[in-house]
């Protein structure tokens, strides 16, 4: 593979590392990995988690992580953060979507990393 990406996969994963792992292992030398995933720092989070707790039938089974334990968990899988951007600054339930990227934020309710392997 020359890129691999993962969108809202994070937070369904058993053993993030050992996935992230694989990936890197068989990826081209040097191919970058991109993921998004719900901030749990951010409404678009919070509402996530409630909907789990009350037994949503796919979010019960989620496990949100914030930026810096999605790049820690990267960092064991021998990546490198390069950048981090963010979008979704609106609530859930607000009409008007809030969509432009903009650096990583805590009101984010999606964060983008771009990763590197480590040589």
Partial sequence: MDFTYMVTVLEFLGDPVA??????ATAKAGSPLAILFINPESAWGRFYVEIGS???PVFRHARLRSLGEAEELLREAGYKVEKALGTLTTG????KVGAEVR???EGCGVIAVGAKPIS
């Avoid at 996935?19 to 890197?24: A, G």
């Avoid at 859930?92 to 009409?95: A, R, W």
Wanted: aromatic content about 6%; some cysteine; hydrophobic content about 30%.
């Fill in 92 to 95: 859930p339930i607000e009409p």
């Fill in 103 to 105: 650096a990583s934020c």
């Fill in 19 to 24: 996935v992230f792992k694989q990936v890197k």
């Fill in 54 to 56: 009350r037994g949503d």
